[in-house]
């Protein structure tokens, strides 16, 4: 278990995601590797039955299905593109998603985003959110 106040970044992620989960195994592998006894990511499987918001910034299963999020040490929330251009910073390949920051191609890139995100659940043969919602609170899909 990494402890969360070692950590740069809290990466919250779909553990029922195929992609998600492949994502994370490239993260964590390459962490691992460059920072061996001081990792500096961390991830958390929002999927999990034991996932608790109040411990990860308020953020709640439906928000954190809807869109990819990642706490900082501080506490300091981000989203969408802002979480992989983190990520792939502290793991030494920042460089792959420093030009998602340019201005001109910030807007482009974020739309992108949101479409992925919009179609993500669809896309790998998941349920809908308001459909995973329900099946994890018994009977409300506002969780």
Not at 60 to 89: C, K, N
Not at 124 to 133: A, E, M, N, S
């Amino acid at each position: 278990m990494v402890d969360a106040s070692s950590t740069a970044l809290t990466l919250l992620f779909d553990g029922g995601c195929p992609l998600c989960l492949r994502e994370v195994t490239f993260l964590r592998q390459r962490d691992a590797r460059l920072h061996p006894g001081a990792l500096r990511l961390r991830f958390v499987d929002i999927d999990a039955s034991d996932y608790e918001p109040a411990a990860h910034g308020g953020i709640s299963y439906r928000e954190a299905m809807g869109r990819i999020h990642g706490l900082q040490s501080d506490g300091t929330v981000l989203r969408d593109v802002a979480v992989f251009r983190e990520a792939y910073r502290l793991v030494g390949l920042g460089w792959l998603y420093a030009p998602t920051d340019w201005p001109w191609l910030r807007p482009l890139v974020n739309g992108a985003y949101q479409l992925w995100a919009r179609w993500r659940l669809r896309v790998t043969g998941r349920p809908d959110l308001d459909q995973l919602c329900r099946c994890r609170s018994g009977s409300s899909s506002k969780s």
